[in-house]
């Protein structure tokens, strides 16, 4: 089994987990997890996500708000993430970005919400966890303009987008769907991306890898994720849980 896994991108506070949370969380030692970081995705989540990290030692925090929920924020929250942040053990504004496949906000409000987190995130040193789909020329703008540190989850851009992610010098995190079958593009990606600047993650509950395609996903089922990238790199996949494990600690810059 492969040891030494650090889950960059999971959502642990999801509805999804009530049932079994505790249980499901102290099992993941057992199934080669060492770390793992838990994403906001509104100020309700992000207060989760810190919760769970208070909870956990191997529970790291990012707070932040999604561009699905760009439609609603309070006024204020933004003070409330940068309140939120100073909490020892969060480690990056996120996720926030641009959605365009499901346009919940309007892309506007999507935008403005988007790049005032970007300039919270400088503020504060912090690194950023990118969510984009179907907004690569948005994001790339604003990515440019801003300039932040951090990570471009669950990547589903081409491998030119993914050359200008890493020109800015961030990570590119991969999930399950480097196993589906129709996932081409994206293997090509991986193919591109150089190993020290790659991230796994599960993107939990969703994204779950081949064969559990359609189920609930959790940390554990990273090593098929690890398995597909290390037969694409040619190394073995002990040495894809031990870079990724490196570099994530890098792009969060813990420990
Ligand atoms: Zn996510």
Redesign the pocket.
Known sequence: MIQNIFDS?A?YDDRKFDGDREELLLSLRDSGVRLLTN?G?NLQSSARSVELSRRYDFIYAAVGVHPHDAIDVPEDYLEQLEQMAKEQKVVAIG?IGLDYYYDFSPREMQKIVFEQQLRLAKKLGLPVVI?SRDAAADTMELLKKRRPKGIV??FSGSTETAKEVLKLGMYIGFTGVVTFKNARKTLEVVEMVPLDRMLVET?CPYMAPEPFRGKRCDSAMLQKTIEKIAEIKGISPQEVADITNRNACRAYEIG
């Open positions: 991108h959502h994403i995705s996720e969510h989850h669950c993107d």
